[in-house]
């Protein structure tokens, strides 16, 4: 049974900063790529940034030079730090792990989401 599951949202002022953490089992997690992706309301998904199985990082614009991603293969857990948080980053904010399998499929795993609210 694969599990993800997204923790450390909450409420956070505008300038302020939070660690979301993303946890995973029943997978090989240093195969995966790791993904981190946001929707606000009203919005669709949107992808934030990802890091690959090599360590490859990559981001949107928007959170550049704010947010950072990681990985601890040995915890099972990628991470994203998000600091200098302004209102408009105010989403649910979502887990993905994905491999492509030997046959080219692309094998996806979500987690449940996490709230972040930044806000006065």
């Known amino acids: 049974q694969v599990q993800v599951v997204e923790s450390g949202g909450g409420l956070v002022q505008p300038g302020g900063s939070l660690r979301l953490s993303c946890t995973t089992s029943?997978?090989?997690?240093?195969?995966?790529?790791m993904g981190w992706y946001r929707q606000a309301p009203g919005k669709q998904r949107e992808l934030v940034g990802s890091?690959?199985?090599?360590?490859?990082?990559n981001y949107v614009d928007a959170v550049k030079g704010r947010f950072t991603i990681s990985r601890d293969n040995t915890k099972e857990t990628a991470y994203l730090i998000m600091n200098s948080l302004k209102p408009e980053d105010t989403a649910v904010y979502y887990c993905?792990?994905?491999?492509?399998?030997?046959?080219?499929?692309?094998?996806?795993?979500w987690g449940q989401g996490t709230l972040v609210t930044v806000s006065t």
């Open positions: 890091i690959s199985s090599g360590g490859g990082i």
């Open positions: 993905n792990a994905q491999i492509r399998t030997i046959s080219g499929r692309l094998l996806e795993h």
């Open positions: 029943g997978i090989i997690f240093g195969a995966y790529g």
